[in-house]
């Protein structure tokens, strides 16, 4: 399977800043997901990155808040901007591929935000 | 929207016990993904469903794809401490991945 590499792992950030997070994988993809998850809460989407366009948002999240950037294939970068204690989530980037088992997302270790 | 919703939240288990957690979807789905997350970590993909009725064997894991392709299930046998986590399903449709709150699995032993 893919093997994903998500930085930082971790961070704590002062309000109002912003944390650029990044996420490389070993081979090309087509699409990259991003997802959040709030303390002990289930994944939410909140886009899909797409090389050569801009990526879609999900209802509830838009660019101004989480610009994405996808210069190639293997990298993204997810930016949580103007940051408030609300968005303290852990942020994954994910990629879809044949797996064992069958088609299923492979994440990265994931980035946990605390904003005080 | 869709929504697939799963049960129970949390579920502890004797060690050597047998569980099964559910998943519901609101909405037919093209398949149904299962995830394991354990504590601290990431998900990390178990099994996809794709078929009506679809039934997939894992060691002590079975999961069932329902007829209508609304519902799943993840039954486990002889719960081991290794099984402790959180359980996730997923379903896909109109291409997005919509997870399910999860099942929080804790083991006595």
């Known amino acids: 399977s893919a093997v994903i590499s998500q930085k930082p792992s971790r961070d704590i950030c002062q309000r109002g800043t912003s944390l650029t997070i990044q996420c490389q994988v070993d081979?090309?993809?087509?699409?990259m997901f991003w997802y959040r998850q709030q303390p002990g809460q289930s994944l939410t989407l909140i886009a899909t990155?797409?090389?050569?366009?801009?990526?879609?948002?999900e209802s509830g999240f838009v660019i101004d808040k989480f610009p994405i950037s996808r210069p190639n294939l293997t990298f993204s970068t997810l930016t949580v901007s103007n940051m408030s204690p609300e968005d303290s989530s852990i942020y994954l980037c994910?990629?879809?591929?044949?797996?064992?088992?069958?088609?299923?997302?492979?994440f990265g270790s994931g980035t946990r935000l605390t904003v005080v | 929207g869709q929504q697939v919703m799963q049960i129970p939240q949390y579920q502890h288990v004797q060690e050597g016990e047998d569980f099964t957690t559910y998943c519901n979807s609101s909405t037919t789905l093209s398949n149904i993904q299962w995830y394991k997350q354990r504590p601290g970590g990431h998900p990390v993909f178990l099994i996809q469903?794709?078929?009506?009725?679809e039934v997939k064997k894992q060691k002590r894991l079975t999961f069932q794809f329902g007829e209508a392709k609304k519902n799943s299930s993840l039954h486990i046998t002889a719960t081991q401490t290794t099984d402790v986590g959180t359980y996730f399903c997923a379903g896909l449709r109109d291409y997005k991945l919509s997870f399910g709150a999860g099942t929080t699995v804790t083991v006595r032993a």
């Open positions: 990155a797409n090389q050569g366009s801009e990526a879609t948002y």
């Open positions: 994910s990629v879809e591929e044949a797996r064992q088992g069958g088609w299923g997302y492979t």
């Open positions: 081979s090309q993809v087509t699409m």
């Open positions: 469903l794709v078929k009506s009725g």
